[in-house]
């Protein structure tokens, strides 16, 4: 197998793996050997099948991270997201691609193989999966800085007056 193909199959095959239980249809990630559904966990024993997350996605919630973990220092701000997925799981992960204040509850994104830090001198370096926009949002309303400036004088004027 070629190094390209190496990676551009990689993030398919061992980033999002889960399992689907067989009994009832839940779906886990990262893979359960037992289902975490099922009332009698036996019922799903030997019954959990792999199964390929598809990476698309939806923002729950985020925060904007100022104050970096070690390996982090050269990306704050940074995103990180609750990402709920159409097959179920809950996802954490930064969403890269995009200004932080434009994220937003409710952004569609999609998984992505990338970076995730570099470590010490030996530069061992850990890939994974993060989250960019798919575009498929409307997009954020026009800002309009020469009308707030405007309005915040006439305010100003105002209480001076
Ligand atoms: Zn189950």
């Not at 991270?65 to 070690?70: I, K, L």
Request: aromatic residues 8%.
């Amino acid at each position: 197998m070629s190094i390209a193909r190496f990676w551009r199959e990689t993030p398919r095959r061992y980033n999002l793996g889960g399992s689907k239980c067989l009994t009832c249809g839940t779906v886990a990630f990262p893979p359960r050997v037992v289902c975490p559904t099922c009332t009698h966990h036996r019922q799903s024993i030997g019954k959990m099948a792999p199964f390929q997350l598809s990476g698309e996605g939806e923002v729950e919630s985020f925060t904007i991270v100022h104050d970096p973990a070690e390996g982090f220092e050269m990306q704050v701000p940074y995103v990180l997201a609750l990402v709920r997925t159409p097959e179920g799981p809950r996802l954490t992960g930064q969403i890269v691609d995009v200004e932080p204040e434009s994220v937003a509850i409710g952004l569609k994104v999609h998984a992505t193989f990338r970076k995730l830090r570099e470590e010490g001198k030996a530069g061992v370096i850990h890939y994974g999966y993060k989250f960019a926009p798919t575009g498929e949002d409307e997009p954020p309303p026009p800002r309009a800085p020469a009308v707030a400036a405007r309005a915040e004088g006439a305010v100003r004027d105002r209480a001076e007056a």
